[in-house]
T-cell receptor
Framework: QKEVEQDPGPLSVPEGAIVSLNCTYSNSAFQYFMWYRQYSRKGPELLMYTYSSGNKEDGRFTAQVDKSSKYISLFIRDSQPSDSATYLCAMGGPYNQGGKLIFGQGTELSVKP | GAGVSQSPSNKVTEKGKDVELRCDPISGHTALYWYRQSLGQGLEFLIYFQGNSAPDKSGLPSDRFSAERTGGSVSTLTIQRTQQEDSAVYLC?????????????FGAGTRLSVL
């Protein structure tokens, strides 16, 4: 079993839809939770970063972390064609155990105009 | 300022040849990471550097893989006697320091194809 599980999709939605992306994990030592966005043939870029349970909002994006369930989510409101990319969840920690990140497989998202 | 730079962006090689992949981190970043992304897969950790030392090499797939970092800056990932299963995108990231809460910034990667 992988430490981080993520449905690879692909996921196709119409423009304006709400998108929900999810990851589950098994290592309770993870303390930092990130979502990266990766466009085709580009490197991943950080989208959202959280280190505790709860919600964090940034514009059209909301990240949720539920440590008790070992489950994280990313919501995209009013999705746009420019949101079409692969979304990778990543996890790290504990604080003093180096900065190695464990990534999910990535979910390929396509937003159709 | 400049981001993480990787070269070459693409590399095609024949099975059995050695290859070197280069990473230039963001200036001032002491931590440097190498990951591998195979087709349809997430990123797989290979090795990280704190300064010039590599405390964690646990992700290197075999002894054909090695990496070094000089002057606390540029890093080179070397793959000896390449095999077809080495074909992947090799990504480098850097961060201010080697602690879990620091954000990692990625380069665009080197796309390696072993024929």
């Amino acid at each position: 079993q992988k430490e981080v599980e993520q449905d690879p999709g692909p996921l196709s939605v119409p423009e304006g839809a709400i998108v929900s992306l999810n990851c589950t994990y098994s290592n309770s030592a993870f303390q930092y939770f990130m979502w990266y966005r990766q466009y085709s043939r580009k490197g991943p870029e950080l989208l959202m970063y959280t280190y505790s349970s709860g919600n964090k909002e940034d514009g059209r994006f909301t990240a949720q972390v539920d440590k008790s369930s070992k489950y994280i989510s990313l919501f995209i409101r009013d999705s746009q064609p420019s949101d079409s990319a692969t979304y990778l969840c990543a996890m790290g920690g504990p604080y003093n155990q180096g900065g190695k990140l464990i990534f999910g497989q990535g979910t390929e998202l396509s937003v159709k105009p | 300022g400049a981001g993480v730079s990787q070269s070459p962006s693409n590399k095609v090689t024949e099975k059995g040849k050695d290859v070197e992949l280069r990473c230039d981190p963001i200036s001032g970043h002491t931590a440097l990471y190498w990951y591998r992304q195979s087709l349809g897969q997430g990123l797989e950790f290979l090795i990280y550097f704190q300064g010039n030392s590599a405390p964690d090499k646990s992700g290197l797939p075999s002894d054909r893989f090695s990496a070094e970092r000089t002057g606390g800056s540029v890093s080179t990932l070397t793959i000896q006697r390449t095999q077809q299963e080495d074909s992947a995108v090799y990504l480098c990231a850097s961060s201010l320091a080697v602690i879990a809460k620091n954000i990692q910034y990625f380069g665009a990667g080197t796309r390696l194809s072993v024929l």
